[in-house]
């Protein structure tokens, strides 16, 4: 019932991402900067070769997605979504929820697999953590305390999730009910806006 309940929430989402008209503004995508390394196979007898991405500087939401550490899964699953050119608009800034590492490794792996499988879905999920505006932990909290508790938070998909206050901490609540905690109490300034740690992958848990 559990993976039954989870397959629901993932057709669902698929339903709004054919539905939803997709105004983003397609432009080019800046190529990674990277470089090829060599690294022997678990039997030494070959070499295989792996791209290595290499951090540039730019302080741009992919770029400080890709490489810190606790976001490195997130940004990786932008590209199988096909959702950089999002950002690649510098006139735009956004709002990026991340969720952690961990929190990707959390999900039902299969769950996981068959979503990684359709970049339709992908990319729905991915857009629910998106919001086509700025919103700094500072902004964002009075936001919520001008709202009585709470405020509403418009993502790419046209779905809208509640930030709400537990202390100093943002909580979020998506259109499924799930409840996701901010990491850190902070939000990480970029050149095109700024993005949060989150502790759950919204949509599918």
Do not use: W
């Not at 879905?121 to 953590?129: N, R």
């Not at 850190?184 to 993005?195: A, P, Q, R």
Request: glycine content about 4%; overall charge neutral.
């Amino acid at each position: 019932m559990k993976n039954l309940k989870h397959f629901t929430y993932l057709f669902t989402i698929f339903f709004l991402f054919i539905s939803c008209e997709n105004n983003t503004k397609k432009s080019d995508v800046k190529e990674t900067n990277t470089s090829e390394v060599n690294r022997p196979t678990p039997n030494n007898t070959e070499l295989e070769k792996k791209i290595v991405p290499i951090d540039n500087g730019e302080n741009l939401l992919f770029q400080r997605l890709m490489f810190n550490e606790q976001t490195a899964l997130f940004a990786s699953s932008l590209t199988s979504g096909n959702l950089i050119n999002v950002f690649s608009n510098s006139e735009n800034k956004f709002t990026v929820f991340a969720p952690s590492n961990d929190a990707f490794k959390a999900v039902d792996g299969k769950i996981l697999s068959d979503l990684f499988k359709d970049k339709f879905l992908i990319a729905a999920v991915l857009k629910l953590h998106i919001i086509p505006e700025k919103f700094d932990y500072e902004t964002l909290s009075n936001k919520i305390v001008a709202g009585g508790g709470t405020f509403s938070l418009k993502t790419l998909m046209g779905e809208k999730i509640k930030a709400t206050l537990s202390g100093n901490q943002i909580v979020l609540t998506d259109f499924n009910g799930t409840q996701v905690n901010v990491l850190n109490n902070k939000s990480i300034s970029t050149d095109d806006g700024v993005y949060y740690i989150i502790d759950k992958v919204m949509a599918i848990n």
